[in-house]
């Protein structure tokens, strides 16, 4: 008997995604690519466009080429072949050329490049997918389960909807509703200070020498990170833990921030700032029978190494691949089990510990401790061969081939 086009469309496998994050998005494009039907809720009324990560690292760039969409990345974004270890009052302490990892990857740098510019690119694909629905002003309330279906409790404008799904992915992120909802504990902690990130259009290029465009700059006093993205430069300050958040955030203390780093004689521009609190945590769980946590909704970290929506999109990559096993290639559905196994190690083994051990180096007080670490980064970085292993690991290569390495 011949099947119609709605007949088909009728048993397409129906998928809900919370959140309209890079997470959620990403999820949502290789579900629908597999021939999935796909429903995606975003609380707010459009797709953010805060500037919160900037960085793409090599592994992130091969998945999203996987979709044709790196090209476009790179067209909007700064090619980072350097990054830099500094040390504020000395300079470059060690530099690393991201060339060493060519044969590793298609994309042998960092691309420096807005995360709302990934979102956008999605969403322009997605559009085009009559089986993909974007709802904005749609808050996921709660989520229900039985052996079968999912059901999601969304309040769509006023008006509370009920939508049913085969599986729902919650990306909802750093609070998200769908692990609230389901009482699954987010264990770690939140770091008494807080990070405040500067953007400003100076160009700090030419006035600190040998500056790369992503550069960790050690200091006892006051450590910073100075990114560049196309059109700014981010700098990203701790705040001290007694300091309120309206001083923090004053042109005083914005342009003291500023003033100490490099002094000039006229006022930065900085129109940019954004105070941050800053966690390390990772749910107990990432699957609840038909329901999985991926990206911050499972896991959060601080930014230092840039590490958590790249590890939110390998996240989206490992999940979906399991799910399109399952349900396109018959699969059996113990191997979702593999995605927590799998990915939420990697949280805590990789994400969380490099991104903890990172801020730790930056702010280290002990003269003999940071002359140590910085003798160790300028040993690793003069061997090609520690060197390129030192960059598989900031680079998430390493992370992804432990994934692999976990049945
Ligand atoms: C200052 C800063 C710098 C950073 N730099 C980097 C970097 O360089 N590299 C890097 O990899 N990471 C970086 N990060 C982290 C990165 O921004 C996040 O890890 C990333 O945004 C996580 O993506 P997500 O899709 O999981 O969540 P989000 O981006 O938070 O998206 C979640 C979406 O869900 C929506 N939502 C929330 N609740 C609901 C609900 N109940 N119903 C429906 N929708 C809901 C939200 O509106 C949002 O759109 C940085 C973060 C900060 C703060």
């Not at 670490?373 to 290569?397: C, F, G, W």
Request: hydrophobic residues 40%; aromatic residues 8%; contains cysteine.
């Amino acid at each position: 008997m011949p099947v119609f086009k709605n007949e088909m469309k009728t048993m397409k496998t129906h998928i809900l995604i919370s959140g309209a994050g890079p997470v959620g998005l990403v999820s949502a494009l290789k579900l629908s690519l597999a021939g999935f039907k796909v429903t995606v809720f975003e609380s707010a009324p459009e797709l953010n466009m805060d500037l919160r990560a900037s960085t793409f690292h090599p592994p992130t760039l091969d998945m999203m080429a996987s979709f044709g969409l790196t090209d476009d990345l790179i067209s909007q974004g700064l090619i980072a072949r350097y990054t830099q270890q500094r040390d504020r009052q000395e300079g470059v302490v060690a530099e690393f050329d991201m060339e060493l990892l060519k044969g590793e990857t298609q994309f042998p740098f960092r691309l420096q490049c807005e995360q709302w510019k990934l979102t956008q690119l999605i969403k322009k694909q997605l559009d085009k997918n009559p089986d993909v629905q974007i709802l904005f002003n749609a808050k996921l309330e709660s989520v229900s389960q039985d052996g079968t279906q999912v059901q999601a409790k969304v309040k769509v404008s006023d008006e509370i909807q009920v939508f049913s799904g085969a599986y729902l992915i919650g990306a909802d992120g750093a609070w998200s509703s769908v692990r609230t909802s389901l009482g699954i504990e987010f264990e770690g902690f939140t770091y008494p200070e807080r990070f405040l990130v500067i953007s400003t259009t100076f160009p700090f290029e030419n006035h600190l020498p040998k500056l790369s465009y992503v550069n960790y700059c050690s200091d006892p006093v006051e450590w910073c990170v100075l990114l560049k993205v196309p059109s700014l430069w981010r700098v990203l300050f701790p705040t001290k833990v007694d300091e309120s958040d309206e001083s923090v955030m004053s042109d005083e203390s914005v342009q003291s921030r500023l003033q100490h780093l490099l002094p000039q004689p006229q006022a930065y521009s900085a129109d940019h700032r954004t105070l941050y609190k800053i966690h390390q945590r990772v749910a107990k769980t990432f699957r609840n029978q038909r329901v999985f946590l991926a990206g911050d909704a499972a896991h959060i970290n601080n930014p230092l190494g840039g590490m958590g929506m790249n590890g939110g999109v390998h996240d989206a990559m490992n999940l979906c691949e399991k799910l399109i096993d399952v349900v396109n290639h018959h699969k059996d559905a113990s191997i979702l089990d593999r995605y927590e196994r799998q990915r939420r190690t990697i949280a805590i083994e990789y994400i969380n510990s490099n991104t903890a051990r990172n801020k730790k180096m930056l702010e280290e007080r002990d003269p003999a401790a940071r002359l140590k670490s910085q003798q160790e980064l300028r040993a690793i970085a003069d061997n090609p061969q520690s060197a390129k292993q030192y960059l598989r690991k900031t680079s998430m290569l390493d992370a992804l081939e432990r994934a692999e390495s976990i049945l």
